[in-house]
């Protein structure tokens, strides 16, 4: 937060609202279950409060910082286990979204009912997706969308909102990993430029321009009106994913993290990146190579001419040891070693359209078999 009070904080985050008259319609009937791990849990529910939502049930079990401990074996909202009380008492009052932040309030997550009426996990892809696809829409439909707004995401997170972005005459602003780039973004072009919201697919999230850093508070209240505005519709949130996908395509992600230790395992993860860069085979899960970006040497090569041109510098990208290829068919393959840890992880981004609702279970067991056929294809597993 830059030099604001926790009452301006919660202002900013009340201004981010853009459909107040349908929180109003559905601040009772929206039941919303919050698991607010450490510091989330004072200002997460107060950010739902000056939103406009009344029907908001803490998980009393984690609501002292000191009982965390004790319910789960981690606070990370990325796991099912972390989240399986929350959505034990979701299920109990039949809610319509389970939302809850790791202990530093920066990530946060989100659960759902699916159509089978399980609650299931969105992971941070499905989200940034869906926060970003809520707002180009709300911010259409309210007049805001001027031609000098922008979107910034980093460039292992979903390609979907580029799609949207397109489709909406957005500009996109791929990153690299860390929000401390998207900032960087928001700086640039601050003052000729209005910042909508940003992402990465590890479940960091961020509303407008008032914090410059991935935030869980802002979210949550963003998570809760999107929410509301698709119940208001008659969608569930899964419906409004699935709307999502048949609008700007199906998109699944997949990530493989690979760990290789010791001085045979540095000179393994070299070789992957080496690989990447240059020996690649002719076709990947029968799509052909027909581009890689090198972040480490700023240049993208087209692998049907060989022309190699320059990837530019600034606006949140500088060298770094990551390397993309992209396939005929739109997949995306990002390596990235780790610079703390013996690994290296690759990041793998499949898309088809999607036809109609009831193809949505099907469509997405093709994606996820799509990305083990890439990952064999590449040595990967």
Known sequence: MIGRSGCEFLKAIQANSINPAV???????????????????TPGTQSAGVTGFTNVHIVKEQAPQMAISLTVVYPNPEEQEAMSIAMQQAKAMDADLVIATDPDADRVG?????????WQLLNGNQMASLIIYYLLQAWKDAGKLQGKEFVAKTIVTTNIIDAMCAAYGVPCYNTLTGFKYIAQVIRELEGKSKFIAGGEESYGYLIGDAVRDKDAVASCAMIAELTAYAKDQGLSLIDFLTQMYQKHGFYYEGLISL????????????????????NLPS???????????????LTSKNLRTGEVTPIPQ?????????????????????????????????????????????????TLDRLKEKVKAIQTDLGLM
């Not at 109003?24 to 849990?41: P, V």
């Not at 760990?259 to 240059?278: C, F, L, P, V, Y």
């Not at 052909?288 to 090198?294: F, G, K, R």
């Open 314 to 362: 600034g606006m949140g990208i500088e060298p770094s040891n990551v390397i993309q290829l992209i396939l005929e068919d739109g997949t995306k393959v990002s390596a990235r070693p780790s610079g703390t840890e013996p690994k290296i992880k690759f990041y793998v981004s499949v898309n088809t359209p999607l036809d109609k609702p009831e193809d949505f279970d099907a």
């Open 283 to 297: 076709s990947v899960a029968g799509s052909a190579p027909i581009e890689v970006l090198d972040y480490k040497n």
């Open 259 to 278: 760990t290789k230790k010791g001085k045979a395992g540095a000179e393994e993860i070299q070789k992957m990146m080496a690989d990447m860069r240059s």
């Open 110 to 118: 989100a659960a759902v009912k699916n159509q089978a009426g399980e």
């Open 23 to 41: 929180i109003k319609r559905q601040h009772e009937t929206s039941k919303l279950c919050l698991l607010l791990h450490g510091t989330g849990i």
